[in-house]
């Protein structure tokens, strides 16, 4: 009952605009049958397209902020390695992610909002603001319909819901923080 009333508040909190992108696109490969003799079965296989970069970014980060490294180099995890995602990550000085910019997701099972998510506003819609587990808080909102018009900013700890909120207020159109 709990998991099905924090779902509805999460939809509930992340109402947003129209958009026509197209993501997910069916595509035809040879799948083998394990059960028959011969190869020739195609089967449909959907494609998760890739989302683009987000366009926009924080312009108030942590003060523990050091670095935005290149994708390769971050410590991926539950809340950034999501398949079709991009993702923006900032990093303190030994390497630790400390802000997580993730468009294509929400935060996915098994993270859970470890209390009621509170209503903010984002970007003009509402979204969901709550902590995850292990000390990281999140904000999740969409933009419209598609998968790629889902956002998620994560906040490695130390983390404060204040800290999250100065975060999220700074957003900016944009390729590049400060």
Do not use: H, N
């Not at 947003?16 to 040879?30: C, K, Q, R, V």
Request: charge should be negative; aromatic fraction near 6%; charged fraction near 20%.
């Amino acid at each position: 009952m709990k998991r099905i009333l924090i779902g509805a508040l999460l939809l509930a909190a992340c109402g947003g605009t129209d958009s026509s992108a197209t993501l997910l696109t069916p595509t035809t490969a040879e799948v083998p049958d394990p059960t028959s003799t011969t190869t020739s079965t195609a089967t449909p296989v959907p494609t998760i397209e890739a989302c683009g970069p987000s366009p926009f970014v924080p312009t108030v980060l942590p003060d523990r902020v050091s670095d935005r490294p290149p994708t390769q180099d971050v410590p991926y995890d539950l809340y950034t390695i999501i398949s079709g995602t991009s993702t923006s990550v900032w990093t303190q000085e030994d390497g630790a992610p400390v802000v997580a910019v993730v468009r294509g997701s929400f935060p996915p099972p098994p993270a859970r909002w470890q209390e009621t998510p509170e209503v903010i506003t984002v970007r003009g819609v509402d979204a969901a603001l709550a902590p995850l587990p292990d000390g990281i808080y999140g904000v999740a909102w969409f933009e419209g319909p598609d998968r790629c018009d889902e956002y998620t900013i994560v906040l490695y700890p130390p983390a404060t819901r204040d800290e999250l909120v100065a975060v999220v207020e700074s957003l900016v159109e944009g390729e590049r923080a400060p």
